[in-house]
Structure formats: C-alpha cells, structure tokens
C-alpha cells in the first residue's frame, strides 16, 4: 500500500478537543482521465451545447430510476464573509418554481410513488429523486424546473432562514460532539476548507435577497452541473427528453469562481482543547491527505478500511476489544476535490483519560507503518 504525503493533525475532543499536526510534503496530482475502467458499471456520458454534463446507466433490474443533479459548488465556493450559503440553497431550491408552488416538490414525488432529497458538502451540491420508472419524465421536469425557475423570494429567503438556523443550532449545540466542526478551523488556515459547509448563521442573517439571487445566477447553470440518471430507462428515449427539458436552458453568463488557495505546509504541532456537553470525552486526530481522484488518496481510503471497517478492522479488535479503551472507534478519508482531511478518532470507555487513548490509537498507526498487511488481512 502506497501512502505518503500524508500532514498530520491530531485532535482531542470530548470534556476536550485536541489538534495536532506534523510536517508533511504534499504534491498535487492530475485528475484522472473520466474513463469506466474494465468490469465497472457501464454508462455512457456526453455534454449538450449549454455546457449540462449528462451521465446515463441502463439497469432493468428494477422498475426504478434515480435522477440526480450534482451542482459545482459547495462551501469552499463561498465569499468568507458570507459562509453558509451553499447549504442555504441546498434548502431554498425547494421553496419550489414559477411551475411549481411553494411546498409542492415534495409532494408530487411522494405522490408518484418516489422519494427525494438534497445534500451540501465542500465541493459540490447534490439533488436526486428515486421514482418509478414510469415518473422519469416528471423528475427531469422537475430538476430542470429547479435550475431554471427556482423562486427566490422574501417568503422563501425568510422561512429557510429560520429553518437553517434551527438546524445550525440542533447539529452544534444539542449534537453529541457538535463542536467537532472547530477541527476544520485549526485543520486549515488559508483554503476555505476551514470553515463547515453548514456556514455561520450570522452570514445567512446580513445576507440580502439580491446576494442570494447573483448566487443562483452564478452557480447553479447548466455549464456547472452534472445530470446522472441510472435505472429502469431507455438511453435513447431518455437523451429525448433531457434535450426536450433542459436543451433550451441558457448557458450562465457569469464567471464561475473557484478557490486557488493553498493551504501551507504545517511545521509544527497544533493542539487544542474544545469542552462539549457530553459524557465520555473523544479523541480526534486529522491527517491532511492528497485530493480526492489521486492514487494516494485511494490508498489513505483503503487505510481507513483497515483500521475502523468491519469487526475484524484494527481498530476494532485491538483498541476496542481487547484493551477496552474505546467504547467505539473508526476512521475514514473525506473525499474532497483539493486535499483535505482523514479523521481518525475514538470514543473513551469509563476511566480512560483521552491521553492513553490517543497513545493506543497512535500505536496502530505505528503498526501500520512498519508491518505489512497480510494477504488473509486484505480479503477480510
């Protein structure tokens, strides 16, 4: 397993949260070429003349479809004085359209037998539908409806406000280790990963109407989505109607900012110490890793998979097993476009201090470091 310019940042979360990192060379990798490698799910993909990137899979195993829109933008994409605002429209894109009302997309996909939902992370926003195969035409309808018409009004800007205020609130303050979230502002310094895609409530407050009308107008264009439909479909009745809905959709005229931050490379240590409303403290330790798409990245992905995956992980049956240190531990690699963070941590059991867990998770880092992983190990 090949893994290297990996930085190192620890931290201690629980009566208290830990930071620590230590020096790391880090190199910048070149996107792999979008190809299907040999034995993966076939599909074909193709751009229409406003720029919308379309991904199609045939699968009729199922009488279902998934229609998803995946927007390139995410919170790194955010003015600093205005964070929040990727996630803010994650909600206030289902305020509905001006074919469609307000409250009503969840009810003509629950009412077609579908389900539906959006998420936000640092890169990108994402949207789907999983309908009856019958309904794909309603769901491509819908999303395109959502790109073109989404309404963007005092009613809707208002009633997500308080919406996603109250979600801020419940996730920080009444979430067990909420304040996890502080990792990513010791984490990074200069690249806007150093703030949550959930952004700051204070932001969302200043912000006015037309500031979040020249975000829409921005972001969320056909030259910066990707339309992916997999399931129940006919490829060549479904290229018709995605020309039908979203072949007159006007390419976005704005230019489409993108961070070109760096972060540094760290030198030293850094530590911190967060108090949470909680019982059992918790320890933290986030590595800087290569970027999502570059082979390092999938090597960290596997590391993560053998310390924390499974019963039979590492982690599992050294730290929590046999030494009973930790009530629970895991690992795992956040997929991001630039490099970003691996966040390894565990929970104490009753009596153990923070310190003596972080000195048993640091042993099978160790480990991992200087013995190779078996062959009965890998196939587990």
Partial sequence: MKIKNILLSSVLLGSSLVIAQTPAKTTKTAAPVKTAPTGSIKFIEYDLPNGLHVILHEDHSTPIVAVTVLYHVGS????PKRTGFAHFFEHLMFEGSENIGRGEYMKLIQNAGGQLNANTSFDRTFYYEVIPSNQLELGLWMEAERML???IDSVGVETQRKVVKEELKQRNENTPYGSLNEAFGHAYTVHPY???PGGSPEYINKAAISEFIDFYKTFYVPNNATLSIAGD??????????AKYY???PKGTKAI???????PVKTAEVRDTVLDNIQLPAVIMAYHIPAQGTPDYYAVNMLSTLLSQGKSSRMQKSIVDKQQKALF??????PSED?????MFGITNMGVSPTDLENAMNEEFEKVKKELISEEEFQN
């Fill in 194 to 196: 150093r703030w949550t």
């Fill in 233 to 242: 479909i006919n490829v060549e009745e479904t290229k018709k109607m995605i």
């Fill in 149 to 151: 018409h989404s309404k």
């Fill in 329 to 334: 531990a895991g690992a795992f690699a956040l």
């Fill in 257 to 263: 900012p993108r961070p070109t931050e760096v972060e």
């Fill in 339 to 343: 490099p970003g963070l691996a966040l």
């Fill in 247 to 249: 072949g007159s959709i």
């Fill in 76 to 79: 790194k994409n955010e003015d």
